[in-house]
Structures are given as structure tokens and as C-alpha cells.
């Protein structure tokens, strides 16, 4: 029997996803090879601190702090830049797409805000850029996009791209907790990323967003450019308000794109979704994404969103394509024959402004409790032909009252406009807060 060909593989970094990369390849070394045909090397591993204990041993010799030995060594045949952040992360993805090296990554931030570039660095220099690790954890969903589903145009795209965020809204629904005690809880399990506003403004889940837009529809959008709003002014109280009118209250990216208008809305933000929707009933860390088709009608996927084992099984499928690559399969990355599809999906798309968008939506005003002040509120509404679907008044002990409503459709110009006539309202206390009301029929 002839010996298997051996691959090399360099990590960038050995962190909680790269401790899972080395931990699930030996794990699960035997079929893995088997199904390759080759034989995995993991034989070098840069970190900022070699000294440092982490629960994974590797063998001495494979640690340096020289991130050189795997970016510049010619035996190395695929890159893992598993380090996180933009700067020197995007240094050492430059420097090896641009001798045509294979890169593996996991980091959604980098291809966010500098994908366009090194997508054509590789391109340009004969390299690839796998990506699979950097949306939605362990669902498949950019292989989906870009293999299982490729007859197809996308409408709409919609999901849960944020586990933390989604453990976060669970608790506050099922335990009635607050946001701070739920937060609390996410904290101490390591949930929560150490840039806190990754996860609770949105941040995390929007560069996802902007990932699929691209892979959809060959049009990438800048972070600045979209709708982007986390979950730190929800309540219980909106929770339970939604749960009565038959709604969950989800953190939720969406992708749609109008063919007749040629014009792509992305954005990501709370939105009240009907429990009769599959992605309503996604909870704790799970990410679930819904992929609408014109030939194939709509997919499904759910699974872990986060954590080592779930992003590192995306981070090892992806060394599973480069291995095929490598042995002279097809490539799975994007190649010049893919960049000219994706730029005549992208001919003559525009971005849809936030304010185009059309719906209905959830208001909370907290108000002094007067005679006559829901008849003000509603004239205010009434100004821009905005009418309530549904009304629920509370009275506080301090002697104001919480209006919780839902509006019949609308325009989020004529939302934004009312709001800032309410701010002006002398019985009007502080900011009213808005959610969306997502029907994926719109």
C-alpha cells in the first residue's frame, strides 16, 4: 500500500477555537483520513505567549511566537488565522494569500470589513480564502448558499446569527428575568465576548450579515451603511406584551432583496416574529438562518452557533475542501469565474435606505398618567398616518403609565418622524422605544 501524502497545517493563533481544531482533528483523526485520503500534520502553532498553560498539550516544538513559521514557511499547505481582530490578523492574511498560500478563517470581522480585498489578494496571486467558520457556528450555511442551493436566486435570508444575544432573550422569556441579571448569568458562562458590544449591539451578528449579502448577491456592504441595533433596550414586559399577541421577540438578520427594484436591504435588529415562524422557536446559543429560493422554496438550518466544538467543525470542514483542492478536486472558494457572477448578481444593485422600509411595528411610551394622553398620543401617530393595531396601557405606581402598542403598517420614515413628535410631547417621559414587526410575506 502506497504511503497517503501528508498535509500540513500552520495555526494563527490557539485560543479556544484553535485548542478545538488540534482537539477534534485527533479526535477524530482515523475517519478523517480515511475520507481524505491524506494524512493531517498540525506541526506548527503560533501564540502571543508560548509560556502560557492551556488545556490542550501539544508538543513543545510546535509552539513559537513567530507567526513567520507558518505564514512564510514554503512546507506549510494551509494557513488557520485563528487569532481574531482586524489588525494584525489582516497583516498575516495579506502576507500569505499573497504568496498563494491556502487560508482558513474563522473571523468574521476581518472578511467583513476587509473581504473585498483579500478575496481579490488571492485571486490575484493564485491563493484561496475558506470562510465557512465565520458565519453561524456549525451550520453550514455558506456552503448551503454557495454549493447546495447555487440555482437559485435569493429573496430572502433571514435568522438568528448571534448565540449570546439568543441565550439572552431566552432566559429573559422563560425566567422572567431582567436583561442585567440574564447578562449576569451569560457572563459567567462565558458566553459573552470580551468587547461586550460584539454581542449586545448587534455588532457580531451584522458582520454575518454582511458575509451572506455578499455570497447572495456579490454586493458587499459596509457595516455604516445598514440598519444595525442590538438588544440592551428590551424588556420582560416586551417579551410578555409580544408573547400575548402571539410574537417572540428575536435579534435578527435579514437579507432581501427586491429583483424588480434591483435593490438589496441588509439589516440587523430586535423584531417581534410569530411563533408560528421555525426560527421563532430557535433558543438559547442556537443560530438558525431561513434561505428562501426560487427554485428550491425555503431552507432551514439550526444548529450550534457558537463554541469550540461548533466552530471548529466549520473551521476542519473547511481544511476537509483545501485538502480536496489540494489534491486536484475543484475549488470551493471563490474564483475569477465566480467574482464575474457574483458581479453581474450585483449589476446595478443598489442598498436600500433604512427609511424605504415598509411594515409594522411595536412602540413603547411611557407617559404621564393624564386624562387624555392616549388620545394625544394617537393624533401625534395620526399626523403620520400611522393607525394602532393594538393597545396595552399599564399604570405605575409613580403616577405615569406605559403604553405598549402595535401599529398597522407603516413606513420607517413616518416611525422615525412620529417619534421624534412624541419626544416633544410634554406628557411624553423620555424615549419612546421602537421595534420591528417582521413578516417574511413582506
Known amino acids: 500500500m502506497s504511503k497517503k501524502r501528508s498535509i500540513r497545517i500552520g495555526l494563527l493563533g490557539f485560543g479556544v477555537v484553535g485548542q478545538g481544531v ?65 489588525s494584525k490578523a489582516l497583516e498575516l492574511t495579506r502576507r500569505a494569500l499573497e504568496q498563494g498560500k491556502i487560508v482558513v478563517t474563522a473571523n468574521k470581522a476581518l472578511i467583513c470589513e476587509h473581504g473585498e480585498e483579500l478575496f481579490e489578494i488571492a485571486r490575484r496571486n493564485g491563493g484561496h480564502y475558506f470562510y465557512e467558520a465565520s458565519v453561524a457556528g456549525g451550520i453550514p450555511i455558506i456552503k448551503t448558499i454557495r454549493e447546495a442551493l447555487v440555482a437559485n436566486r435569493f429573496k430572502l435570508i433571514f435568522g438568528i446569527l448571534n448565540g449570546t444575544s439568543n441565550y439572552i432573550l431566552t432566559r429573559m422569556e422563560r425566567e422572567g428575568l431582567s436583561f442585567d441579571a440574564t447578562l449576569g448569568d451569560a457572563r459567567k458562562l462565558g458566553y459573552v465576548e470580551a468587547d461586550e458590544a460584539l454581542d449586545l449591539d448587534g455588532i457580531d451578528a451584522a458582520h454575518k450579515a454582511v458575509i451572506l449579502a455578499y455570497l447572495a448577491h456579490g454586493k458587499w456592504v459596509k457595516l455604516e451603511e445598514i440598519i444595525c441595533e442590538g438588544i440592551r433596550e428590551i424588556t420582560g414586559e416586551d417579551i410578555e406584551i409580544a408573547g400575548q399577541l402571539g410574537y417572540k421577540i428575536k435579534l435578527l438578520a435579514v437579507i432581501a432583496r427586491d429583483f424588480e427594484a434591483n435593490k438589496l436591504s441588509v439589516r440587523l435588529h430586535p423584531a417581534l416574529i410569530s411563533k408560528k415562524e421555525v426560527i421563532a422557536g430557535v433558543d438559547e446559543v442556537y443560530n438558525g438562518v431561513s434561505v428562501t429560493g426560487d427554485v428550491v422554496g425555503t431552507t432551514v438550518l439550526i444548529g450550534r452557533g457558537a463554541g469550540q466544538d461548533a466552530t471548529s467543525s466549520s473551521v476542519i470542514s473547511d481544511i476537509a475542501d483545501a485538502v480536496f483542492m489540494l489534491q486536484g478536486g475543484a475549488s470551493a472558494v471563490i474564483s475569477e469565474e465566480d467574482e464575474a457572477t457574483h458581479q453581474i448578481l450585483a449589476d446595478g444593485l443598489e442598498l436600500a435606505l433604512g427609511d424605504e422600509l415598509i411594515g409594522r411595528y411595536y412602540l413603547r411610551i411611557y407617559v404621564r398618567d393624564e386624562e387624555g394622553v392616549l388620545a394625544k398620543i394617537s393624533d401625534i401617530l395620526a399626523k403620520e398616518h400611522i393607525s394602532f393595531a393594538t393597545v396595552n396601557q399599564k399604570e405605575l405606581e409613580d403616577g405615569t403609565a406605559k403604553l405598549m402598542v402595535t401599529t398597522h403598517m407603516s413606513s420607517e420614515a413616518a416611525i422615525t418622524r412620529a417619534i421624534a413628535l412624541l419626544n416633544g410631547e410634554s406628557s411624553v417621559i423620555g424615549a419612546p422605544v421602537s421595534f420591528r414587526i417582521f413578516d417574511p410575506g413582506n
Open 22 to 86: 488540534w482537539k477534534n482533528i485527533e479526535k477524530n483523526r482515523l475517519a478523517l483520513e480515511y475520507r481524505l485520503g491524506t494524512q493531517l500534520e498540525i506541526t506548527q502553532v503560533v501564540v502571543k505567549d508560548a509560556s502560557k498553560a492551556r488545556e490542550v498539550l501539544v508538543p513543545s516544538g510546535s509552539y513559537s511566537e513567530d507567526p513567520a513559521r507558518v505564514v512564510d514557511n514554503p512546507a506549510i499547505d494551509i494557513v488557520c488565522e485563528l487569532m481574531g481582530g482586524t
